[in-house]
Each structure stands twice: as structure tokens, then as C-alpha cells.
Nanobody, 121 residues
Framework: QVQLVESGGGLVQAGGSLRLSCAAS????????MGWFRQAPGKQRELVAS???????NYADSVKGRITISRDNAKNTVYLQMNSLKPEDTAVYYC???????????????WGQGTQVTVSS
């Protein structure tokens, strides 16, 4: 099995910062792309940012310049540094990873349980 465990969410005032972490563990042979998605009440889940195993990144237009994704391949961990937060960033943030498990040949997608981020105005 593979587990993705997020941490770092919470309540912050507009303009503040938060850093989310997501650690992958279990029967992992290789991690491919990792990313963060978010889902606000009444809205569809959307991509916030993603990062390949080689470090190439992709961001939603709404977060460019404010949010940075990074990863530590030795720790199987992906981070999301969020600065200049806005009330519209309020959502449940989910970690996502493409994982090749030990003794398998393909990749499967895994999700974390989500962490709440609330930005007050």
C-alpha cells in the first residue's frame, strides 16, 4: 500500500503564508509527478501546482507568483509554499502522486486525505 499524508494547513489572515507538506510512504519503487489540488465548497477540484521527478513545475494561473511547489526526492515529500494568501485560496488541499509500487510495472495515482486551508479577510 501507499499512503500520502499532508500537514501544514490551518487558518491564516489574508496576506499571510502557509507551507503544506505531503509525505509519501509504503511500498514505493518510484515516484513520478507529484502535485497539489484544491477544492472549495461547491466547486470542482482544481490543480494548484505540479512537479515532475526532475523538478519541472506547472502552476495554475491564479497562483503564479504567490505559490511555489518543491520536492525532496530523498524524503518522498512534496511541499507547497503559499505566500500572499487571499480569501479565494480557501479550500481543502489534496496531495497527489503517480507511484510505481514495488514489484509492479506501471504507475497508479494516489491521493492524500486533504488538509483545510482557510484565509480570512
Amino acid at each position: 500500500q501507499v499512503q500520502l499524508v499532508e500537514s501544514g494547513g490551518g487558518l491564516v489572515q489574508a496576506g499571510g503564508s502557509l507551507r503544506l507538506s505531503c509525505a509519501a510512504s509504503g511500498s514505493i519503487f518510484r515516484l513520478n509527478a507529484m502535485g497539489w489540488f484544491r477544492q472549495a465548497p461547491g466547486k470542482q477540484r482544481e490543480l494548484v501546482a505540479s512537479i515532475t521527478s526532475g523538478g519541472s513545475t506547472n502552476y495554475a494561473d491564479s497562483v503564479k507568483g504567490r505559490i511555489t511547489i518543491s520536492r525532496d526526492n530523498a524524503k518522498n515529500t512534496v511541499y507547497l509554499q503559499m505566500n500572499s494568501l487571499k480569501p479565494e485560496d480557501t479550500a481543502v488541499y489534496y496531495c497527489n502522486a503517480d507511484v510505481r509500487r514495488i514489484f509492479t510495472s506501471g504507475y497508479s495515482e494516489y491521493w492524500g486525505q486533504g488538509t483545510q486551508v482557510t484565509v480570512s479577510s
